[in-house]
């Protein structure tokens, strides 16, 4: 199996899990807390991957490996505050859409830092899953009525979530792009495990000195169940995506995991009856076929 078919690979299975893990995760935020999901989910991934990772840790002290992983963490710590307190306010079907707005920033940053290359055929690609962004990104309204009270003078109605959700997406593309260069300087696993773990701590030192241990443990006991397939899920879908980007173009293989929004939107729709208008639906067909097709263009 050659770089690219591998990558492929992992790519549509990071694509998968990310769309059913994010699912489950806003059902958790909305059982037990942002935080608290967010150290479940570190937590989870750091113990699971430690045994696989004992080999890579003298790698992580050459050169400027720590301070690259170091970073990774303080980053993944804003990212995931943002983009969980979105979950929590805001329609999964929008939310998971918009997060796509990190494409454009990812693909930059491995042309510029990675030197990659993409032709003619795979930018209209790229240009089409943005458009496909944009139309679900506002409120339910008639199009030209999201247009006409953008340049009217109504106050313009961010569905909520949106603006929580636009923050998140500029750390993600950062985290994505430094997933990237860890898993190629260190391994995949230590590029999902080293930030995960470092943040649990993070997050156990902050958690326990605001509400305390035992009301942690308390409140997620009843929850045990789906707090553990959501973080299992979700840490599958990292380490997948960390062996797409470690073997593959940061520029091709994040346009292709974008499709992870369009199974999340729909699950959205699907059992948390979340509604929709047909703009948004075709802004999801967009960004599936554009997914679909770039898969095939790339090489």
Request: charged fraction near 10%; glycine fraction near 10%; hydrophobic fraction near 60%.
């Given at each position: 199996m050659s770089d690219?078919?591998?990558?492929?690979?992992?790519?549509?299975?990071?694509?998968?899990?990310?769309?059913?893990?994010?699912?489950?995760?806003?059902?958790?935020?909305?059982?037990?807390?942002?935080?608290?999901?967010?150290?479940?989910?570190?937590?989870?991934?750091?113990?699971?991957?430690?045994?696989f990772i004992l080999k890579d840790l003298p790698?992580?002290?050459i050169g400027t490996n720590i301070w690259s992983l170091i970073i990774m963490t303080i980053v993944g710590l804003f990212y995931s505050i943002f983009l969980f307190k979105a979950y929590g306010e805001g329609k999964l079907a929008v939310v998971e859409v918009l997060m796509i707005g990190e494409l454009p920033f990812?693909?930059?940053?491995?042309?510029?830092?990675?030197?990659?290359?993409?032709?003619?055929?795979?930018?209209?690609?790229?240009?089409?899953?943005?458009?496909?962004?944009?139309?679900?990104?506002?409120?339910?309204?008639?199009?030209?009525?999201?247009?006409?009270?953008?340049?009217?003078k109504k106050k313009f109605v961010w569905e909520k979530g949106v603006l929580l959700a636009l923050a998140a997406v500029v750390f993600s593309a950062l985290y994505s792009f430094l997933t990237a260069v860890n898993s190629r300087n260190i391994s995949a696993l230590m590029a999902v495990w080293f930030p995960w773990m470092l943040g649990s701590l993070f997050l156990l030192i902050y958690i326990a000195s605001q509400k305390g241990l035992k009301l942690f443990w308390r409140t997620s006991?009843?929850?045990?169940?789906?707090?553990?397939?959501?973080?299992?899920?979700d840490t599958a879908a990292w380490v997948f995506y960390a062996l797409a980007v470690g073997r593959g173009k940061l520029s091709v293989v994040t346009p292709i995991i974008a499709g992870y929004a369009v199974i999340a939107m729909f699950l959205g729709i699907r059992f948390n009856k979340e509604r929709i208008s047909r703009w948004q639906y075709?802004?999801?067909?967009?960004?599936?076929?554009?997914?679909?097709i770039i898969s095939f263009i790339s090489d």
């Open positions: 690219f078919q591998f990558s492929l690979v992992c790519a549509f299975l990071a694509m998968t899990f990310w769309g059913l893990g994010d699912f489950l995760i806003q059902k958790t935020i909305r059982k037990i807390g942002n935080l608290q999901t967010l150290l479940w989910i570190n937590l989870v991934a750091g113990l699971g991957l430690a045994p790698a992580i002290f990812t693909v930059i940053l491995g042309l510029i830092f990675f030197h990659e290359k993409i032709n003619s055929e795979q930018v209209l690609i790229i240009m089409l899953i943005l458009l496909g962004t944009l139309l679900i990104s506002k409120s339910r309204k008639t199009w030209w009525g999201k247009v006409s009270e953008f340049f009217g006991f009843n929850h045990r169940g789906l707090i553990l397939l959501a973080a299992i899920i075709l802004g999801a067909t967009l960004v599936l076929l554009g997914v679909v």
